[in-house]
C-alpha cells in the first residue's frame, strides 16, 4: 500500500498545529516540561535537577533509558549552559553519546529533546516519525539533499528542517511549531508496528 500524504503547506501546519492545541495529553504534558525548563530548573548545574528534567522527559517521550543517572550525570559532567545558549549544535551529538557500564550508548532523539525544551526554536526534535516524514517528503521533492544517514548528525539534521521550512513556504512557522506538525503527520501516516 502506497501512502500518500498532504503536500506540506501553511493549511496543513495550522490544521495539525489546531489539532495540537486539542490533545491534552500531549499539551499538558508540554506544559509541564516548559514550566520545569523554564522556570523551576532553568539551568544545568545542579545534579538533581538535570535528573529530575531527564526523568520527565524519559516519563513523557517514552524514551526507554534505563539508567537516567548516568545520563544526567553525563549531562551536568559537560557544564552545558553556556553552550546551550550560544546554540551549539554540536551539543546534541556529545549529549547523546553516554557510557553506561563501560557501554557505549546513543540517546540521539533523547538528546535533542533536552536541548529543544531548554531552546525550542533553536534545536529541532529528532525522532522516528520525523526522520520517516522528511524522507517522504525529500523522496518526492528533493528539497534537500541527505541520506537517512545524515539525519543522525544533528547539525545536518537542522539544516534538513530549514531546507523543509524553506522549500514548502514555512517561515512563519517557529522550529518548534515545525515539530508538533511534522511529528504528528508522522505519527498518523507512518505508526509504529508492533
Not at 172 to 187: A, H, M, N, V
Amino acid at each position: 500500500m502506497n501512502t500518500i500524504v498532504p503536500k506540506p503547506s501553511k493549511e496543513q501546519v495550522s490544521l495539525y498545529l489546531n489539532k495540537w492545541d486539542n490533545l491534552e495529553n500531549y499539551s499538558l504534558q508540554e506544559d509541564s516540561l516548559d514550566k520545569l525548563f523554564f522556570e523551576l530548573c532553568p539551568n544545568n548545574t545542579s545534579l538533581p535537577d538535570i535528573l529530575i528534567k531527564c526523568s520527565c522527559l524519559n516519563d513523557f517521550y517514552s524514551t526507554n533509558i534505563y539508567s537516567i543517572y548516568e545520563v544526567a550525570k553525563h549531562i551536568y559532567e559537560l557544564n552545558i549552559d553556556s553552550r546551550l545558549h550560544q546554540g551549539d549544535l554540536n551539543l546534541v551529538n556529545e549529549i547523546a553519546d553516554v557510557t553506561i557500564k563501560n557501554k557505549k550508548k546513543r540517546f540521539y532523539s533523547f538528546a535533542s529533546k533536552y536541548c529543544s525544551h531548554h531552546f525550542p526554536d533553536i534545536y529541532p526534535i529528532y525522532d522516528s516519525y520525523v526522520e520517516k516524514v522528511l524522507i517522504y517528503f525529500n523522496k518526492i521533492d528533493r528539497f534537500s539533499s541527505f541520506r537517512k544517514h545524515d539525519l543522525k548528525d544533528y547539525t545536518r539534521f537542522k539544516s534538513v528542517i530549514l531546507d523543509f521550512k524553506e522549500f514548502y513556504k514555512l517561515d512563519e512557522y517557529s522550529i518548534k511549531q515545525i515539530d508538533r506538525y511534522i511529528w504528528q503527520l508522522g505519527k498518523e501516516y507512518f505508526p509504529r508496528k508492533y
